[in-house]
């Protein structure tokens, strides 16, 4: 698996590890459903977590896409989609890293979905 564009990477993992809890995370992204901490303004968002009110707003994330709040603090801070396949390969690398391997078969079903 080749990890995306690193300084992507970097800031990718930083959002996933800016969750309490790694589990909940893994178990979002089988779900392919988003999550945001809304404290720090880190986040990962799927194209189902979008409402109508987001889609009025002008919000669309194509498929096969997330979208990854990375605001360090800033409501305004920075956002940019990224492929799920590479999110999941971020997702893996982060429970590789943290010795989470009980983790890693629910999540490598999940990547053999998302290719």
Not at 5 to 27: F, Q
Request: glycine fraction near 6%; hydrophobic fraction near 35%.
């Amino acid at each position: 698996m080749q990890l995306p564009h690193i300084y992507r990477a970097t800031d990718i993992a930083h959002v996933i590890e800016s969750w309490s809890e790694l589990e909940a995370v893994v178990s979002y992204a089988v779900k392919r459903h988003g999550y945001t901490n809304t404290d720090s303004f880190f986040g990962v968002t799927y194209p189902s977590d979008l409402d109508d009110f987001d889609r009025v707003q002008g919000e669309h994330i194509p498929p096969g896409f997330v979208r990854i709040l990375n605001g360090y603090g800033d409501p305004n801070g920075e956002e940019f989609d990224i492929s799920e396949s590479d999110y999941l390969v971020v997702l893996r690398a982060v429970v590789e890293n943290q010795g989470r391997k009980e983790l890693i078969d629910e999540l490598e079903r999940c990547i053999s979905v998302a290719n």
